[in-house]
Each structure stands twice: as structure tokens, then as C-alpha cells.
């Protein structure tokens, strides 16, 4: 089955700066690649989604890249602001099912 | 809107206890899942569904029972609840054409 690893676990940034997380996937049939928000006490948010035919996407702040053939997919935030503090969860998934998260990443903003 | 509703935001049960957590959503999707979320471990997924009465292992079944008699209604099911079953446990739905999935707002389960 699909195993999903996330990489770093934790990661601070300054106000303004950039932020990177890092996935990686193993199932090649896998074909839609989403990154979820969760802020504390609430259920898990859609910020931004690829699909397997697509190598990068961008809204605003945030943008995501995908390399298909390293099986490796990536969420770029910049200019962080302290309500992007947060964790943020990398999934994989084929057609929608057996949808696989990653272990998350705490994101903190420092002012 | 999608909706997710999972049927209680918190339980506390006894050890040995059947416990049922109810999930239902209103947007027709033909897949659901059932996740426990613990600190530092994400996500992790129990069982998910693609159809009626279909059912398919996630990554840690084990203690764990689904049913789906229902497109809309995927229960989750504890056969005899342990203190290791603490957890948050959330519910999710997507079709095959979006994939997007959409979370219920969790349930808190606590086994004394």
C-alpha cells in the first residue's frame, strides 16, 4: 500500500520569511497529491492540491511541485505570516481512495 | 457546503465496551475513512470505504470494525475498547471525479 513520509516535523520561520515541507510517496498509481492545514481544536482544511499531470500549482502565498518520477512533492509558503502557524499534512491518494497522510509538520511563525 | 458530521465531539467509555462512532455526510461521496490522530503520529487510517457494504484495512485495523450499510453512514466500531483506543478520531469523505476529502469535527474518545 501507499506509504507517505513528511519531512521536517517541526519547523520555525520569522515573520516574512519562506517555508518548505517535503513528501514523499511510494505508490506510482497515485494521481492526486493535496496538502491540508489544521489549526488547534479544528478538523483538517484543504489549502492547496496537484495532480499527477500537473508539475506545480500556485494560489497567493502558497504554491506546491510535484516530480513524478522521484516520487517526491513539496509545499512552498512564502512570505509566512503568523497565521500560517499551523500543521500541515501531505497526502496521496489514486482516484480518491486510500487516501494516505504523512506524520504532519508543526509550522511556527515567529513575530 | 460538504458536511461531515460525526455523531458526538466527545465520549468516555469503560474498558471492554462496544463503542460505536457514527459518521454521516451529505454530498453523495462514494468514498469514507476513518482516521485516529494522535500527537506526533498524523493521520493514520483505519479503514475506508469505496461503496456500500465495501470496506478495505487502512494502516492499523486491528480492534477496529467498519460498516457501511449506507452510502451517506460509515460507522466505526470498537469491539471491546482498550485504554490504547484513546484518541482523536475523525471522519472523512470524497468521491473518485474530485478526490478532495472533507473531515467530519472529530470525536475525543477516552477509554477508563
Known amino acids: 500500500g501507499e506509504n507517505v513520509e513528511q519531512h521536517p516535523s517541526t519547523l520555525s520561520v520569522q515573520e516574512g520569511d519562506s517555508a518548505v515541507i517535503k513528501c514523499t510517496y511510494s505508490?506510482?498509481?497515485?494521481?492526486?497529491f493535496p496538502w491540508y492545514k489544521q489549526e488547534l481544536g479544528k478538523r483538517p482544511q484543504l489549502i492547496i492540491d496537484i495532480r499527477s499531470n500537473v508539475g506545480e500549482k500556485k494560489d497567493q502565498r502558497i504554491a506546491v511541485t510535484l516530480n513524478k518520477t522521484a516520487k517526491h512533492f513539496s509545499l512552498h509558503i512564502t512570505e509566512t505570516q503568523p497565521e500560517d502557524s499551523a500543521v500541515y499534512f501531505c497526502a496521496a491518494t489514486s482516484y480518491g481512495q486510500n487516501f494516505v497522510f504523512g506524520p504532519g509538520t508543526r509550522l511556527s511563525v515567529l513575530p | 457546503d460538504v458536511k461531515v458530521t460525526q455523531s458526538s465531539r466527545y465520549l468516555v467509555k469503560r474498558t471492554g465496551e462496544k463503542v460505536f462512532l457514527e459518521c454521516v455526510q451529505d454530498m453523495d461521496h462514494e468514498n469514507m475513512f476513518w482516521y485516529r490522530q494522535d500527537p506526533g503520529l498524523g493521520l493514520r487510517l483505519i479503514y475506508f470505504?469505496?461503496?456500500?457494504?465495501?470496506?478495505e484495512k487502512g494502516d492499523i485495523p486491528e480492534g477496529y470494525s467498519v460498516s457501511r450499510e449506507k452510502k451517506e453512514r460509515f460507522s466505526l466500531i470498537l469491539e471491546s475498547a482498550s485504554t490504547n483506543q484513546t484518541s482523536m478520531y475523525l471522519c472523512a469523505s470524497s468521491t473518485g471525479t474530485v478526490a478532495e476529502a472533507f473531515f467530519g469535527q472529530g470525536t475525543r474518545l477516552t477509554v477508563v
Open positions: 470505504s469505496y461503496d456500500v457494504k465495501m470496506k
Open positions: 505508490d506510482s498509481a497515485s494521481n492526486y
